[in-house]
């Protein structure tokens, strides 16, 4: 019998023998095999693994997953960290603490999801060693680390993460926003916020930000901020972010939602905004090429929406939009197509703006010397002076 096939097959007699096997024994060469095809197996053939593992175990086999702790997968950690506690319960804490102080990154990452089970104060005598984990390179350690200090609502981490969003370096910052968002800390989502509208990794802490607090949640109690978080998430797929984020945020009822129910000047900009790119995935197959089915029917479904959105209702709202403090300025420059209205913005304070709309004059071979003489008046910067010149 093939045991990895009927581990992760549909016969009930093939893959409970499986299991009994590749626990009892333990197999650890069929587990690095499952570890190694993690990337290719459908998400719920590795929870029925995950539970048929799980169903496999008992009282005299379980701590045999300690064997399988040197090939780490987020598909199994928190299986293995459920059986674990729950037939070895505190009588592991010290064989699972030394395992995280002297083992490898996935040893390490086993058993962090492991401690994270543990009620708050069992740990104090490694928390130091947490939270150095919690900066790891390895993701999977680095992550299982902050959910650990965030059962353990490990205050110093939390602070020292919070301080951090105040650095002067962005990939500094877009590393607390990480941490932040992994911890759970929802109390920091308007400083996270604030971070993402001035940094260049905007569209990075974007992604992040549903991880935090739900998209749907976030429109109810912010509706500008969550539509401000939209935009940079649809202007980042699929350079940055995957298309199948589309499923992962449920992009296609947001949508809906906004055009039918919450019309407003920003949520016509994000809409305007998803129209061009979702047009634009399914135009050029190589962005959909690796995706699954599923994140191309979504795709499509996207577009088929937008077939029936009225696009000159939603470019006429865009103009409540052109003003130095709009959070949403820079994105609706790219969709207003009267000069007039793109002219009145030269007065800005704002020279990033200021050479926006200049290039986006230029791009529409709309662009005079008077133009450009308007917007030097406010224009400080060596820098963009320079390119402003060359234009």
Do not use: W
């Not at 739900?214 to 969550?226: I, M, Q, R, S, V």
């Amino acid at each position: 019998m093939d045991l990895f096939k009927a581990l992760t097959g549909k016969n009930p007699a093939e893959y409970e023998q499986a299991a009994k096997i590749l626990v009892d024994t333990p197999d650890i060469e069929l587990f690095k095999k499952l570890v190694k095809q993690d990337d290719f197996l459908f998400d719920f053939i590795k929870s029925n693994v995950a539970k048929r593992i799980k169903n496999a175990c008992n009282k005299n086999n379980y701590a045999n997953l300690l064997k399988f702790f040197d090939y780490y997968s987020p598909s199994y950690d928190n299986t293995f960290a459920e059986i674990l506690f729950e037939h070895g319960g505190e009588s592991l804490i010290p064989q699972i603490k030394d395992l995280f102080k002297t083992g490898n990154d996935s040893t390490k990452a086993y058993a962090l999801k492991v401690l994270s089970q543990l009620p708050k104060g069992n740990l104090d005598d490694i928390m130091p060693q947490i939270r150095a984990a919690a900066k790891s390179e390895d993701e999977y350690v680095s992550n299982n680390a902050i959910e650990v200090l965030s059962v353990n609502d490990d205050r110093a981490s939390k602070e020292e993460a919070t301080d951090q969003l105040k650095s002067d370096d962005e990939f500094e910052q877009y590393k607390a926003v990480k941490f932040l968002v992994t911890y759970g800390a929802k109390d920091c989502l308007q400083s996270i916020v604030n971070v993402m509208k001035k940094s260049s990794l905007s569209e990075n802490i974007a992604a992040e930000i549903p991880f935090l607090v739900a998209l749907e949640t976030l429109l109810e109690k912010d509706f500008e901020l969550a539509v401000l978080v939209l935009c940079n998430i649809v202007n980042a797929i699929p350079e940055i972010i995957q298309p199948a984020a589309a499923i992962d945020y449920n992009l296609l009822e947001i949508f809906e939602n906004l055009y039918y129910h919450n019309l407003t000047s920003s949520s016509a900009l994000l809409l305007r905004m998803a129209k061009e790119q979702f047009a634009t995935l399914e135009e050029n197959e190589e962005y959909l090429f690796d995706c699954d089915k599923n994140t191309k029917d979504e795709i499509s479904n996207i577009n088929k929406f937008f077939k029936g959105v009225n696009v000159n209702k939603l470019n006429s709202l865009l103009y409540d939009e052109l003003y130095d403090e709009s959070d949403f300025v820079f994105f609706a420059v790219d969709y207003i197509n009267d000069i007039e209205e793109l002219e009145t913005l030269l007065d800005s304070s704002n020279q990033t703006l200021l050479l926006k709309v200049l290039t986006t004059l230029k791009e529409k071979q709309a662009l005079t010397q008077a133009h450009k003489e308007q917007a030097l008046k406010h224009i400080t910067s060596e820098d963009i002076k320079r390119i402003v010149e060359v234009l």
